[in-house]
């Protein structure tokens, strides 16, 4: 079915970023996919290209847009060709809107302009070694000075994104004790200096797939973080999280489904070219049954991320719509991928082969952004179970 959710220019940017995929990064992920990341440099290349600036306001850098599709498009062209931006989509989906919701003119003043160029790379810690699916549990802590002007942080946090890299870290700590009545009360948002004193990056940590993104651990000793660099108020990022997890879940689901409608196309091409006895693996039926039911999945997951993009370019994505179409695709797409990998034989299972990639790349989709069990539970409690 046409997809009417792109307008002409989602289409041209489409077709660039498709170009500089092919000329700048295909040629070197094998190189990056050893390094365990994606240069340093690349990053700038990607402020200098526009990719980070796309929905910042014009007056510090940005193109101003208001629309995510610009970044749907990147997600879906990444995939297509399967490769990743490193631990950008972090930067842009992930850290971005909590710069533009909850800084202040000063800060945005600061932090803006070297956001879009890719000079100030940022990553957002939440899970802590102790606590993942329940943040309220974190242990991270953030005690005012006396003077007033600075948090001392003490903790640590895990399997953060882009946390290597990173110049600038969007924490969230415990300013104040949870209350009796909500747990969830007296958690802030920092954003720290990866330069400070007594901030130190752990382990660079190893994983099953996403190759090209740096996931680490970070410790926190009596670092200073200045009042001024305190995102929005004291004591409110329960509520911040909230209303910006269900851009990062519908990042996730359209990353899943975009990696499956890959998954279909690679092994379409291999079924097609490779032969058993005497005949292609496309012409058995059971080769063409597989593959027409992937295609038919991932039909329904291409509609029910349109419909979710739409919704959230309106503003009226709500938290259980997110969790929804987050639990779907990224189920789905779990699925299919492994179908797909099957059609390829043991080739499937080489790293030369992007299937193979896709397959370990797709795992964490499950887990991360919080994981299915918990999409369940959003769900549920939205239908008053
Ligand atoms: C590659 C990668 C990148 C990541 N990047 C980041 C990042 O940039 N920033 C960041 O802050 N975090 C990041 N994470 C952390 C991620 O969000 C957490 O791993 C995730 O939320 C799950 O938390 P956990 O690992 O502590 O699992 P746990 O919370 O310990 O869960 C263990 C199991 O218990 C289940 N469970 C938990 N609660 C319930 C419940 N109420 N009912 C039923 N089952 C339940 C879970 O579904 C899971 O199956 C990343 C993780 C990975 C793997």
């Known amino acids: 079915m046409r997809r009417t959710v792109f307008n002409e220019d989602h289409e041209a940017f489409r077709e660039t970023i498709r170009a500089f995929i092919e000329a700048e990064v295909v040629p070197v992920y094998d190189r990056w996919m050893e390094a365990g ?29 208001t629309s995510f599709k610009f970044t749907a498009v990147i997600t879906e062209e990444c995939s297509r060709a399967g490769v990743s931006f490193g631990g950008s989509s972090v930067h842009t989906a992930l850290c971005l809107p909590y710069l533009l919701a909850y ?152 990353g899943a489904y975009a990696q499956a409608a890959a998954a279909v196309r690679f092994a379409k091409e291999y079924v097609q070219q490779r032969e058993v006895f005497g005949k292609t693996v496309a012409s058995f039926q059971n080769t063409k049954f597989v593959l027409a039911d992937c295609q038919s999945e991932v039909d329904a997951m291409e509609a029910f991320v349109d419909r979710a993009l739409d919704a959230h370019d309106a503003g009226e994505l709500t938290g259980a719509d997110a969790a929804s179409v987050k639990l779907f695709t990224t189920e789905r797409a779990a699925v299919v991928i492994d179908k797909c990998l099957q059609l390829h034989g043991g080739y499937g299972y080489m790293q030369e082969y992007p299937i193979s990639r896709l397959y370990a790349d797709t795992r964490v989709s499950r887990i991360y952004g919080g994981t299915s069990e918990v999409m369940r539970s959003i769900i549920a409690k939205s239908m008053g179970l």
């Not at 973080?225 to 990062?248: I, M």
Request: hydrophobic share 35%; net charge negative; glycine share 12%.
């Open 37 to 65: 990341s994606a240069p340093r440099d690349f990053y700038r290349k990607l402020g200098e290209l526009g990719v980070f600036g796309i929905e910042v306001p014009e007056e510090y850098g940005g193109a101003g847009e």
């Open 103 to 254: 800084a202040t003119e000063e800060q945005k003043q600061r932090w803006l302009p070297p956001f879009v160029t890719g000079d100030m790379m940022m990553a957002i810690a939440m899970t802590e070694p102790g606590t993942g699916s329940d943040l309220a549990g974190m242990k991270t802590t953030a005690k005012l000075s006396a003077d007033g002007t600075h948090y001392v942080l003490n903790g640590a946090k895990t399997f953060i994104t882009g946390g290597v890299l990173a110049d600038r870290v969007i924490v969230c700590a415990r300013t104040a004790a949870p209350t009796p009545e909500d747990r969830r009360a007296g958690i802030t948002l920092l954003v720290v200096d990866t330069t400070s004193e007594g901030y130190a990056v752990g382990r660079k940590l190893d994983k099953l797939g996403l190759k090209t993104s740096d996931t680490a651990e970070l410790s926190f000793t009596d670092v200073k973080v200045p009042v001024t660099d305190r995102l929005g108020e004291e004591g409110k990022a329960f509520s911040y999280l909230g209303q910006n997890l269900p851009q990062e879940r519908l990042s996730i689901a359209l």
